[in-house]
């Protein structure tokens, strides 16, 4: 028997803590909708509705558990002390901006968890995982230990995963995962091309940058995730994000351009000697036919590309072998955006589909669709090996539903963040969490 292989897509839970508070200078989306009221429970429902759309059209979908929040293991390391009811009162006062940080739901944009190799691309033939440090932001930078033990429970089996410690916490070795990652290959069991994007470079000087808004991945942290998940020249290719489209709001490159297998959909104004890097990934992916699908300005602008998300959607292969987009309804909802994407599938290319989600509570605060998941291809052999709890079924589906409906409260507005029942509720809540996904202790709180 032949063996199979998938793209396996991991989603984000959507955390209890759920709120807007617009910490992420240089995401548009973000700063908009800061302290408007959230609503946990309708975004928990509508990622997992999302996943569960995936599981039925056939693709092998995953759950990522949420981070835990309030962090009040990070307030005690600042010197807020006392019961949990004391911290979260004098943090809350004493220093908002720190306080809504540590409170901050933003772990379920999975895309931004981990960078993955699959065992096809590295050397020693294993699937291999660093979780994104994620310095450039305080209330990411915070997830990363977490984020590095939910991964391990999930895919525990030396066999055939590796797991790598975040890189140096230090804006150097900025790393923002993979959303600023991309795979190209023939199918997800062939060895492909990994493109490593970064906004800037940390140890050299004069070189183009962004002067609004921060670049956040440096060359040099691509560079040692390449070292680390054991690619070579051959298989790997550095492009640097156009800084003029980092100063537009596009803070990742998952916002402005998309791959899979022998697809790169992208806005023409994505990449700094774009011609010159397409003809490397050309030369390096073989032979074979690859897609370079370039959005000129005047199909849709940058402005349209960043307020819909037409890049920050899913470009998946069914079963069937025809590629669809996974879009959220921002982008039907836009003229444009929803013209170019109607002419898009009568084109000669493997995009056949499009598919739209209503994500608008991640979508509020700055995240779609590609945000919320975490790629990673795999074959017969590492599927088994993965963690079964953690993958979406129809049992999975209702029981996470059930469990959101028991834990979440309907709305939650920035100031409820100080609630010490909060804190309980969501504790309870993650603490149920981890025995439904057989994760084990992964939380401070547990531990």
């Not at 994104?132 to 429970?153: C, M, P, V």
């Not at 603490?431 to 994760?439: R, S, V, Y």
Request: a negative charge; charged letters at 20%.
């Amino acid at each position: 028997m032949s063996i199979r292989h998938y793209e396996a897509n991991f989603d984000g839970l959507v955390g209890p803590t759920h709120n807007y508070a617009g910490l992420s200078f240089g995401n548009v989306a973000s700063l908009t909708n800061a302290k408007a009221s959230s609503s946990p429970r309708a975004a928990a429902k509508q990622g997992l509705a999302k996943m569960k759309a995936l599981h039925d059209m056939g693709m092998v979908q995953g759950v990522f558990a949420p981070q835990q929040r309030p962090d009040l293991n990070t307030l005690r390391r600042l010197g807020f002390a006392g019961s949990d009811a004391r911290v979260l009162e004098q943090a809350a006062q004493q220093a908002p901006a720190i306080f809504h940080a540590v409170c901050s739901a933003s772990s379920m944009w999975t895309a931004n968890a981990a960078t993955v190799s699959p065992g096809a691309d590295s050397a020693d033939g294993k699937v291999h995982f660093t979780p994104a440090n994620l310095t450039n932001k305080f209330h990411r930078s915070i997830e990363a230990e977490t984020s590095g033990r939910i991964l391990q429970a999930m895919f525990d089996n030396s066999k055939y995963f590796a797991h790598h410690r975040h890189l140096p916490d230090n804006e150097h070795f900025a790393d923002e995962g993979a959303a600023n990652h991309t795979r190209l290959c023939s199918n997800y069991g062939n060895a492909g091309i990994e493109i490593f994007t970064f906004g800037r470079y940390a140890f050299a000087s004069g070189k183009p940058a962004p002067q609004q808004y921060p670049a956040r991945q440096t060359f040099e942290a691509s560079q040692a995730i390449a070292r680390l998940h054991g690619l070579t020249d051959d298989n790997t290719v550095y492009i640097q994000q156009n800084p003029e489209v980092i100063d537009q709001g596009v803070f990742h490159n998952d916002v402005i351009a998309v791959g899979n297998q022998n697809v790169l959909f992208f806005h023409q104004q994505a990449f700094v000697d774009t011609e010159q890097k397409l003809a490397e990934i050309q030369r390096k992916f073989g032979a074979e036919p690859l897609h370079f699908i370039a959005v000129n300005d005047h199909e849709v602008s940058v402005a349209d590309a960043v307020q819909t998300y037409l890049f920050n959607t899913q470009l998946l292969t069914l079963p069937d072998g025809q590629m669809a987009i996974i879009a959220p309804t921002e982008c039907q909802e836009n003229p444009r955006v929803a013209a170019y994407l109607a002419e898009l599938i009568t084109r000669d290319t493997p995009i056949r589909q499009v598919h739209y989600f209503d994500v608008k509570q991640s979508m509020r605060n700055g995240g779609g669709p590609a945000c919320l998941r975490l790629r990673v291809a795999l074959n017969d052999a590492e599927l088994a090996a993965v963690n079964p709890q953690v993958l979406m079924s129809e049992r999975l589906f209702e029981r996470l539903n059930q469990w959101v409906d028991k834990h979440y409260r309907d709305e939650l507005h920035i100031d409820d963040l100080r609630d010490p029942n909060l804190l309980l509720e969501s504790r309870t809540a993650l603490d149920e969490l981890t025995q439904l996904l057989k994760l084990g202790s992964v939380y401070p709180f547990q531990r």
